[in-house]
């Protein structure tokens, strides 16, 4: 029979020590009196036997608070009123042997704290809330050395050297796993305060030698080292691996292991495998000690996988097995199209305006001087097929809008059209770039990535500036261009893709391929039709209409109101050798614009070092020569663009101007310098 009851406290100082002694004493007469079992029951923790006065007095139990009475038994109901009537009462004892008892089990249990510090391996030191030593047991004394006669009763701070726990007594907070030394040993303390109504009442130290276990610190992190190791490595892989005892239990999986059998931790730790799988792979592995490979298993969830599972042998002798798992359904098939469709659905969404058609392919591309007309109709030939092409040019000649016009001019134009500019991404990432990579493949390598190449699937991929690409990229390179296949980096997988690649670089690859610093074989897998952007200055004819589209382009964005150049303007712009192609008439039409204030350019409103490079000789247009007094910044500009271009190198023309060539580099950048190169 069960039976329990609410008790509710009158005693104006609650179950204090005394009290409680008294309790545990009459739970003990009706115990034998009813054979009965009592419990308490308090705040919804867990019931306590009603006669141990140490867990009783634990609860700290206050006057007007509620403690059920629990009973078990026959007369569990007699039982337990009674007890609830001795709680509600207030605990007046006048029978002398009633007393004597409950003295006598205050004098046990005191006598039981005592012997408990007495027999702890570890020190114990107790002071008060003034700092007074009040306990210190004789592994203290062993540890520290001191007697507890002489340090009994007196302050903590003039007793024991260094001790902290006057501290912990101001404070109230905690210090744990603290290593000290003490003399010639060390040891690791642990210092709390003692709180009893929120109050620090003092504070405790328990304190354990560790000297010998100092003596062994490089052996237990070689070992803690090596276990780390193993750890990581069991924990990043991707197959699942379990282990097992000589008796069936599982004693370890890894992460990737609950995820593909889509189970916790505790599902399978300490588990026997009979339990689980008794005709499985790993049960006939600890019975016949042979390894199983290839075992197909399919799980109640859906998942298919294959294991392999090997005896592990020590000594001659079975001491467990080891079972590798894989993934075989269509999960990964689906994740890596979910991972590509995110991934194209990013690239595409930064770059939307560039996902339509336009009406004319090549229609961003500027120009209708001969030269320009050639070169689109050649890219124009070149989209209808699918061999490579290799735009060469100048910086700032357009190959981007070409290569750009010859996707979108092709039947490839419903797919990506993928930009990787070789030259602005570092060695040591490019492979991951273009190729993509596997999680965990290197350091940071948080997730599987898709490259560039496996985004322009059905579509084009433009590798601007190739001739920025060091020999080893170019040999994997040329293994995509030859068999459209390549694997990520950390990969295992072949992918095949249907890509068609575009190239472009303003270097001299005929030169490079004679200095071995390019490829020779990859340089014809890409020159199958070259296209040769003509520079500025050799068509000038399309400067004014050049001029004329930038003109309107930031005046639009600017809301500024420029009618147009005038002639003796546009035939300087027309003179300029432009060494910045079309990029630099562009930057400096905006700064026209920005700075303009009438309705027309005029000469006054152009670049100093422009109008001093052609009135200087070079302009015979109309032989207007003005004497023009540049600033310093112009001349300056003007002396660093020609060391540059005679000494072809910071160091060397820093060396002839007498500066640095960092100081030399540093110009170049502010005034916008480049090498022209020529083929």
């Known amino acids: 029979m069960h039976y329990e009851k609410k008790a509710v406290i009158q005693h104006q100082k609650g179950l204090h020590t005394r009290v ?70 207030d605990f007046q004892l006048n029978n002398p ?40 047991n004789p592994a203290a004394e062993e540890i520290l050395g001191i007697l507890a006669s002489t340090v009994l009763g007196k302050k903590v701070y003039d007793s024991i050297p260094n001790s902290r726990l006057h501290i912990i007594n101001k404070s109230g907070i905690a210090e744990l796993a603290c290593r000290q030394l003490v003399g010639d040993s060390v040891t690791i303390t642990n210092r709390t305060p003692i709180m009893i109504d929120g109050q620090v009442k003092g504070a ?90 290839g075992h197909v298993s399919h799980k109640l969830d859906g998942v298919t996988v294959v294991a392999n599972v090997n005896p592990i042998i020590v000594d001659g002798e079975l001491t467990g097995a080891v079972s590798v798992i894989k993934d075989i359904t269509e999960l990964h098939s689906l994740m890596d199209n979910l991972n590509r469709i995110s991934a194209k659905a990013e690239y595409l969404e930064q770059e939307l305006w560039r996902t339509k058609k336009t009406d004319s392919a090549f229609e961003h591309f500027i120009g209708r001087s001969g030269k320009v007309v050639d070169v689109l109709s050649m890219a124009a030939k070149a989209a209808q097929g699918s061999s490579n092409v290799l735009i060469r040019g100048e910086s700032g000649t357009g190959k981007e809008l070409v290569a750009e016009g010859i996707h979108y001019a092709s039947s490839r134009a419903q797919g990506p059209f993928i930009r990787v500019n070789c030259g602005a991404i570092p060695t040591n990432l490019l492979e991951s770039e273009l190729f993509g990579h596997e999680k965990g493949s290197f350091t940071g390598a948080v997730r599987k990535k898709l490259g560039k190449f496996e985004l322009a699937n059905n579509g084009t991929i433009f590798l601007d500036e190739i001739g920025e690409m060091e020999k080893n990229m170019q040999v994997k390179l040329l293994r995509v261009l030859q068999k459209k296949e390549f694997e990520r980096v950390g990969g295992e ?31 014809y897998r890409l020159n199958v039709i070259p296209l040769l952007l003509p520079p500025l200055r050799e068509r000038k004819e399309d400067i004014p209409l050049l001029a004329e589209h930038f003109m309107s382009k930031v005046s639009s964005e600017l809301d500024r109101k420029i009618k147009g ?37 005029d000469v006054l409103h152009l670049p100093s070092y422009i109008k001093e490079e052609v009135l200087t000789g070079k302009w015979e247009s109309t032989g207007m020569v003005d004497d023009i007094i540049l600033s310093w910044e112009e001349y300056e500009k003007k002396i660093i663009g020609k060391a540059l271009k005679k000494y072809g190198s910071f160091n060397s023309a820093g060396k002839i101007l007498g500066l640095t060539h960092k100081t030399v580099a540093a110009k170049a950048r502010k005034y916008g310098l480049e090498k022209t190169i020529s083929w």
Request: proline letters at 1%.
């Open 97 to 136: 042997q009633t007393i004597n008892e409950v003295d006598k089990l205050l004098q046990d249990n005191a006598f039981t704290a005592e012997q408990v510090f007495n027999s702890m391996a570890n020190g114990l030191m107790v002071c008060d809330e003034d700092d007074i030593i009040t306990v210190f």
């Open 204 to 293: 405790v130290a328990i304190f354990e030698d560790i000297s010998a276990l100092e003596k062994v610190t490089w052996e237990l992190h070689e070992i803690k080292e090596l276990k780390e190791r193993l750890q990581l490595v069991l924990e990043s892989v991707q197959d699942g691996i379990c282990v097992l005892n000589k008796d069936g239990y599982i004693t370890y999986v890894n992460p990737a292991y609950l995820r593909i059998v889509n189970l916790h931790y505790e599902d399978l730790v300490g588990k026997n495998i009979n339990d689980i799988s008794s005709n499985g792979a790993r049960s006939i592995v600890l019975k016949s000690g042979k390894q199983v490979l």
């Open 493 to 523: 997988v072949t992918i095949k893709v249907n890509v068609r690649i575009i190239a472009a670089t303003n270097q001299n690859l005929e030169v490079m391929v004679a200095q071995n610093e390019f490829r020779e074989d990859l340089y």
């Open 565 to 601: 150049i005038k002639r003796e303007a546009l035939d300087i712009l027309i003179n300029y050798r432009w060494p910045g192609n079309v990029r630099e008439l562009e930057n400096i039409i905006e700064r026209i614009v920005i700075l303009t204030e009438g309705d027309y350019v």
């Open 20 to 89: 409680v002694a008294m309790v545990v004493q009459k739970a003990h007469e009706l115990n034998a009196q009813y054979q009965s079992g009592l419990f308490f029951k308090y705040n919804q923790r867990e019931q306590i036997l009603a006669n141990s006065l140490m867990l009783l007095c634990s609860l700290k139990v206050k006057a007007g608070d509620g403690l059920w009475v629990v009973g078990n038994g026959d007369n569990a109901e007699l039982a337990v009123e009674e007890m609830v009537d001795f709680l509600e009462s």
